[in-house]
Nanobody, 122 residues
């Protein structure tokens, strides 16, 4: 089970830190990702961090503003979001995937959280 937290309402230019805590199993061997879905749009890749090496990957739209990290001792993945823009408004989901080759693919993930709302006002 994956449970996100940390969402909320923030003004443009502000920051939020999302957390995703895993329970029921250890996810240290899984790559972990964040996706987002705005109303009426498809769910899109935001960032992912690989298992073992911890290499991060970002969507172009968040590169330089968002930072993904993981703490395997706490079974938790984080998404630090800075310089937020109104277009970042969406429900943010964390997910876990065993096959690292599918890390950027929405359909490839094995486990998903329920999502947390992030709203950025202009």
């Amino acid at each position: 089970q994956l449970v996100e937290s940390g969402g909320g309402l923030v003004q443009a230019g502000g920051s939020l830190r999302l957390s995703c805590a895993a329970s029921g199993r250890t996810f240290s061997s899984y790559s972990l990702g964040w996706f987002r879905q705005a109303p009426g749009k498809e769910r899109n890749f935001v960032a992912a961090i690989s298992a073992f090496t911890g290499n991060p990957n970002y969507a172009d739209s968040v590169e330089g503003r968002f930072t993904i990290s993981r703490d395997d001792a706490k079974n938790t993945v984080y998404l630090q979001m800075n310089s937020l823009k109104p277009e970042d408004t969406a429900v943010y989901y964390c997910a876990a995937v065993r096959n690292i080759a599918l890390m950027h693919t929405t359909g490839g993930y094995d486990y998903w959280g329920q999502g947390t709302q992030v709203t950025v006002s202009s």
